[in-house]
């Protein structure tokens, strides 16, 4: 039974950081890649916008996330974290990690994932 937990959203304003986290468990396919997205309000997988992925021990973001986000997983692969500095209002939203086969070109798409978690809130004012 594969189960990804994530933790360590909040509140809080413009300009501080949040660092979250991403638990993962049930499952050993080493080829998977771990993901974050972001839902909107209307909490539709389908609409859920591709943040960053680690990919082939890569680390791929988005050119919102570029430069103020890092994805990293610890040495187990067991964790996948999303270290979030200079926040912005625009980027409040609630962020699911995900786990699948992937590629360059569409690990922004969020069909392809096979494994989602139930997400976390982060809100900037």
């Known amino acids: 039974h594969v189960q990804l937990v994530e933790s360590g959203g909040g509140s809080v304003q413009a300009g501080q950081s949040l660092r979250l986290s991403c638990a993962v468990s049930?499952?050993?396919?080493?080829?998977?890649?771990m993901a974050w997205f972001r839902q909107g309000s209307g909490g539709q997988r389908e609409g859920a916008q591709g943040v960053a992925v680690i990919l082939n021990g890569r680390a791929i973001y988005s050119d919102s996330a570029k430069g103020r986000f890092t994805i990293s997983q610890d040495i187990t692969g067991n964790t996948v974290y999303l270290q979030m500095n200079s926040l912005k209002p625009e980027v409040t939203g609630m962020y699911v990690c995900a786990a699948g086969l992937t590629s360059d070109y569409n690990w922004h798409r969020p069909l392809v994932y096979q494994y989602w978690g139930q997400g976390t809130q982060v809100t900037v004012s």
């Open positions: 049930g499952y050993t396919n080493s080829y998977y890649c």
